[in-house]
């Protein structure tokens, strides 16, 4: 009996083995995408698998960005990295200068053989990824951008026209104004400070958010955030805040829910925040590109992106490196981009995804959804191409805090600015040093 | 503090020592090896390349002036966490203890925010206080409090000494209540035939006879505001508004977990491992006198 | 028999009541936002009564994963158990041994092991997080209960309540042991365990909540969504830096069923807990 019983066991095994043997190609692929996003994820991962036999991506959800991206990094220091790490945008540095660690994504096709062409994909976006020597370094996978959402409704009650959003900064100060007089409790909020009031802000102006071509051209770039331009921005803002018309929600995302609450009229944010906000503001919105001050010469330009970007790490087998670069081409297909930038509000990463969308009728059904694309497709200078620097997610933590201080009236907004300035250079230096 | 009476064995204390240890070295004296070699190098993020510094990491955290205010932050926040959870936690004990009958019904109510993981109640209690969303914050308003912890640091502060104080009301509620229990009702009877009233029996009688209990559970509050309420600020403040909620523990996980600056937490976390050293050695000499009295 | 006065038992009641309400109101108001729909919850002000949504939207919590989503709750719920019991029963049982040994022994090194055990009573995972990670993966344990588990068991809390209590049991029965000739296991095993039933059951409580409640380690460890337990899937469900909307009402179901265990841990156990805490800690 016992016979019996183990040698079926040994079978068991056996048979599990030879399954295993057959079994596709695990590829783990961590990423930070939450609610609807997480679904969409896990949906593009089935698609694929179910359109071959040969490997299997798995999505793991590992958290906020910066969560999955130090996962990722003590999963790479323990041998244990991911094939597929979804980086934020503003990690790109890091990633870049771990040269022992990543697979540049252009390498990987070329040796794989899958058709990879960096001309098919929207300049601003591979722009933000592209090393030095034109190679693309990760796969753009959800990269938005920096718009503008206006409650058309509440125009109309004060007075102003709804189909015409403020263009300027004084435009939007006046019109701010106008609001505040007609009873809104606040006229105007902004998500991700630092990205969109001074990363996104400068590329706009095409003036320097640091130097050596925002750190593209080396790694002794330094911050020069605090000029005349900067300071005279951010004092605006606190002065519109003294006044309560501009009110802060928070260093993330959270200002978005003071607008779809009808709290606040003009809201600048991500322009994937646009699903969102059609299925929770109960009023008639409009979006907008960003506001610019009309003097600075060379406004506007192009805002930067946001977002994120997927890379490929190293010390993984063969088979699976074919079965990411199997995996890209799949999300790089024009019908998959289209539905990804339709359903999400990211930026389609193609010419060709966005030339199917726009044939399909979906930006007359859905007003606003182009504005971004729009503001994206322009050719980059060298200085709204993007940022290049180490130690950023540190460096945009700096910055809230110090602009924390000015929206609390503990600092003058040159003094911040100044502060983040030299504390944000200190993390720099370090970055130089370890990267050396 | 020893027994007198005790068994002699050459070989089993180590046979039952043993699992413990081996997970201790293996989980904790090697990680805490780890960080203390870390923490004497300057390293990238992918610890790619390593170069030895001597102790300028740790130069550097003591010449930052915002690290030495997170060391304020922290007693700030520890003292208000302790004195909030345990004023509180005496003053419903003490009114509980009264109704002997409805105690275990105050009890199972009371019972509640130890069970919430502080993940949780982070999520839970913004909720109730963001100022967009937050129900409490919504109320503030209509009464005329210009509510933002976002930008006001006195409310941030106050917001997470709450939050934290609340999560532990239940376990410092439960000691005070098991003490209060304990305490003969007899003293209390004679003071009162004394003609002491409720009040002057309470400081007479009552609270010197909690001292005990009072001051274990002022060592356990102090612990457990300086490390287990990490969860707490992140879902919240995140530190800010600038950095006036960033505790010592939220420091080190946002230098090193976010940060991705190994070397600078390492020597963060070595200082801490000091902290917690200290503060046991503390507890050891307490818990030893009481014991032996 | 104190005094009675009729102004004292007003106050009592009133305190209590008040202290209940405060205290009560964050958590009922987690399981009020579980029964709303998702307009119901964005309402401003939010109703603080009941919207009658909540079956329907446990079966949307309990439901997600099937197919093509994220994990169901239900498994999450499991792997919480399974790692809440297994870090409860290995805390206990290394620990009840490790102090029997440090507390009824004298050997060599004694001071040393005793030092080496009680270092670790205060450290949380979080502050060696890092390093600890590198020890688990070289050993192979990520993605394994394992792996979830034994680094957290790594901590003196538990050795150290039952080294209190071991010093408060009289030495006569000790000295009865040996004089009856039972050797140190048989003293452990019929006196000593049967003394420390309420110890063991407030450590439980202690220890359970404490591993149902683990956040940051699940998170870092575990790969295998399979394995991730509920208190990572709650804050899954937020969108923090996300750009997608959150449904509070489904957060609010999820993070209701998510404090159920424990609770009810603590409720059903709390006689034992309360007592075998002020047991061993006097």
């Known amino acids: 009996m016992r016979v ?53 991506i798995v999505p793991v959800f590992k958290g906020e960005y910066d969560e999955t991206l130090s996962a990722g990094i003590a999963a790479f220091r323990a041998g244990n990295a991911p094939a597929i790490l979804q980086v934020y945008e503003v990690g790109t540095a890091t990633m870049m200068h771990a040269k022992g660690a990543i697979k540049p994504v252009a390498e990987l096709m070329k040796e794989e053989g899958e058709p990879f062409n960096a001309a098919s994909y929207i300049p601003a976006v591979a722009g933000y990824y592209t090393a030095s020597n034109g190679d693309m370094m990760s796969f753009p996978f959800n990269s938005s951008t920096t718009v503008m959402y206006y ?51 400068s590329a706009w102006h095409n003036v320097p958010f640091a130097t050596k071509n925002n750190g593209f051209d080396g790694l002794d770039a330094r911050l020069v955030f605090n000029s005349p331009l900067h300071v005279r921005h951010i004092t605006n803002l606190r002065d519109m805040m003294k006044a309560g018309e501009f009110s802060y929600g928070g260093r993330k995302s959270e200002s978005q829910a003071k607008f779809y609450s009808g709290e606040c009229d003009m809201f600048m944010g991500s322009s994937s925040s646009l699903a969102s906000i059609r299925k929770s503001a109960k009023f008639n919105f409009g979006v907008a590109t960003l506001p610019y001050y009309p003097d600075v010469k060379g406004a506007p330009q192009n805002t930067i992106i946001g977002g994120a970007s997927l890379w490929v790490m190293n010390g993984h087998k ?69 940022l290049r620097l180490g130690n950023m997610p540190q460096i945009r933590t700096v910055i809230d805090e110090e602009l924390e201080n000015v929206w609390s009236g503990k600092k003058e907004p040159q003094q911040a600015l100044n502060d983040a300035v030299k504390r944000g250079n200190e993390l720099l230096l370090r970055f130089e040093q370890t990267a050396k | 503090m020893d027994k007198k009476v005790v068994f002699h064995s050459r070989w089993l204390p180590y046979l039952l020592l043993a699992p413990q240890l081996a997970i201790t070295v293996i989980f904790f004296f090697l990680p805490a090896g780890e960080a203390l070699y870390q923490s004497l190098y300057l390293q990238d993020a992918f610890g790619l390349g390593m170069q030895f510094v001597g102790f300028d990491n740790f130069t550097r955290l003591f010449t930052d002036p915002l690290y030495l205010s997170s060391f304020q932050i922290t007693g700030f926040f520890a003292v208000g966490v302790a004195i909030l959870g345990l004023t509180s936690a005496l003053l419903l004990a003490y009114f509980a203890d009264r109704v002997l009958r409805m105690a275990s019904f105050f009890k199972t109510l009371l019972i509640w925010p130890y069970a919430v993981a502080p993940a949780v109640a982070g999520v839970l209690w913004l909720f109730l206080f963001n100022p967009s969303i937050g129900l409490i914050a919504y109320w503030l308003k209509m009464m005329g409090v210009s509510w933002n912890y976002l930008l006001n640091s006195e409310q941030a502060m106050g917001l997470v000494i709450l939050i934290a104080a609340w999560k532990q009301i239940s376990y410092n509620f439960l000691f005070f209540l098991a003490g209060l229990q304990s305490i003969p009702k007899s003293l209390l009877e004679a003071a009162s035939i004394d003609g002491a009233g409720p009040w002057k029996r309470f400081w007479s009688i009552t609270f010197p006879l909690l001292s005990p209990t009072t001051f274990f ?19 919240v403040t995140q530190g800010g508004p600038g950095k006036s909620t960033e505790i010592l523990v939220f420091k080190v996980y946002q230098d090193g977990f976010k940060g991705l600056d190994i070397g600078g937490s390492a020597a963060q976390s070595v200082v801490l491992m000091a902290i917690v050293v200290g503060l046991t050695i503390v507890q050891f000499r307490y818990v030893e006198r009481k014991v032996e009295y | 028999m104190l005094e009675r006065r009729p102004y004292l038992d007003l106050l009592t009641y009133t305190v209590l009541t008040l202290g209940v309400i405060i205290i009560a109101f964050p958590v009922y108001l987690t399981v009020v936002a579980s029964t709303m729909s998702a307009e119901q919850i964005l309402a401003v002000p939010m109703p603080v009564l009941p919207g009658g949504h909540f079956i329907e939207n446990i079966r949307t919590v309990l439901g997600r994963g099937v197919g ?64 600890t990670y590198q020890v688990v993966s070289d050993l192979g344990m990520l993605n394994s209960y394992g792996g979830l588990i034994i680094p957290i068991i790594a901590s003196a809390t538990a050795t150290f309540l039952f080294r209190q209590f071991f010093m408060t049991v009289p030495d006569e029965l000790t000295e009865a042991a040996r004089i009856d000739g039972a050797g140190p296991l048989r003293f452990f095993k019929d006196i000593l365990l049967p003394l420390s ?73 709390q006689r034992w807990f309360v007592k075998g805490l002020v047991d061993s800690e006097k």
């Open chain 2, 217 to 235: 559970l002022l060592v356990v509050n102090v612990v457990y505001a300086f490390f287990d309420t990490f969860a707490i600020i992140d879902a």
């Open chain 3, 197 to 269: 039933r309420t110890t063991i059951a407030a450590l439980f409580v202690i220890q359970f909540i404490y591993g149902w409640n683990q956040y940051l380690w699940p998170l870092l460890i575990t790969t295998d969504k399979s394995l991730s337990p509920v208190v990572v899937g709650v804050t899954q469900m937020i969108s923090r830096s996300g750009d997608a909307a959150t449904d509070w009402n489904l957060v609010m179901t999820a993070a209701t069923l998510a404090m159920l265990p424990p609770a009810l841990v603590v409720l059903l156990m």
């Open chain 1, 4 to 56: 019996f019983k183990s040698s079926s066991l040994a079978l068991l095994v056996l048979g599990s083995l030879c399954a295993n043997a057959q079994a596709a190609v695990e590829i783990q692929w961590w990423h930070a995408m939450t609610g609807p996003l997480n679904d969409k994820v896990n949906q593009l991962a089935n698609e694929f698998n179910a359109s071959q036999t040969d490997y299997k």
């Open chain 3, 68 to 131: 093509e989503s994220a994990n169901p709750v239900g498994t999450m719920m499991w792997n919480s158990f399974i790692m809440a019991m297994g870090i409860a029963v290995g805390k206990i049982s290394i620990s009840i041994l490790s102090a029997f040994a440090v507390v009824y022994f004298r050997f060599p090194f004694r001071r040393l092991c005793f030092w080496m055990i009680f270092i670790t009573l205060m450290l949380p995972i979080e502050v060696r997080i890092m390093p």
């Open chain 1, 151 to 201: 409650n058309k409704d509440a125009f109309k009650k004060a007075g102003l026209d709804a189909e015409k959003p403020p263009v300027t900064w004084p435009e939007l100060m006046a019109d701010a104004k106008k609001l505040k007089a007609a009873g809104e409790g606040c006229a105007f909020t902004t998500d991700w400070q630092s990205w969109v009031q001074l990363e996104s802000f």
């Open chain 1, 318 to 386: 063969e088979a699976e490196y074919k079965g990411v670069a199997k995996f890209f081409t799949f999300l790089s297909k024009p019908e998959v981009q289209a539905d990804w930038h339709q359903s999400t509000g990211y930026l389609p990463i193609t010419m060709a995804a966005y030339d199917l969308t726009k044939k399909s009728g979906f930006y007359e059904k859905n007003p606003g959804a182009d504005v971004s694309v729009k503001q994206m497709v322009v050719k980059t200078t060298d200085k709204s191409r993007g």
